[in-house]
């Protein structure tokens, strides 16, 4: 059973920083694609960014790309989102997220149905 643990939220003002932490036990994270996700109020669950397994590739959506960056260490079985000139429509619950098979990106973008393995969400609130 793979379990992951989100870590690194907070309250921040538009144009901060935060670099969120997802902690992975159970198995690696360097054998699984892991991505996150974010839900904000009364919106469904959305897809941010994701990497592949071999880390060749790695996808955002469009409204983070330049800002937003996923990347693990695998020493430490996490992976991690850096989140820089944070928007205060940036403000979700952030997910974690890690399957056992491949993602199928499909216009950019990777289905919340495709995912095995959620951590609890960590709160993201930009201030504006």
């Known amino acids: 059973q793979v379990q992951l643990v989100e870590s690194g939220g907070g309250l921040v003002p538009a144009g901060g920083s935060l670099r969120l932490s997802c902690a992975a036990s159970g198995r690696t994270l360097s054998s699984m694609p892991v991505g996150w996700f974010r839900q904000a109020p009364r919106k469904e669950r959305e897809f941010v960014a994701a990497?592949?397994?071999?880390?060749?590739?790695?996808w955002y959506r469009d409204s983070v790309k330049g800002r937003f960056t996923i990347s693990s260490d695998n020493a430490k079985n996490t992976a991690y989102l850096q989140m820089n000139s944070l928007k205060p429509e940036d403000t979700a619950v952030y997910y974690c997220?890690?399957?056992?098979?491949?993602?199928?990106?499909?216009?950019?973008?990777?289905?919340?149905?495709?995912?095995?393995?959620w951590g609890q969400g960590t709160q993201v609130t930009v201030s504006s």
């Open positions: 990497k592949s397994w071999s880390g060749g590739s790695t």
């Open positions: 997220a890690a399957s056992y098979g491949r993602w199928t990106v499909v216009g950019g973008t990777i289905s919340p149905a495709q995912v095995d393995y």
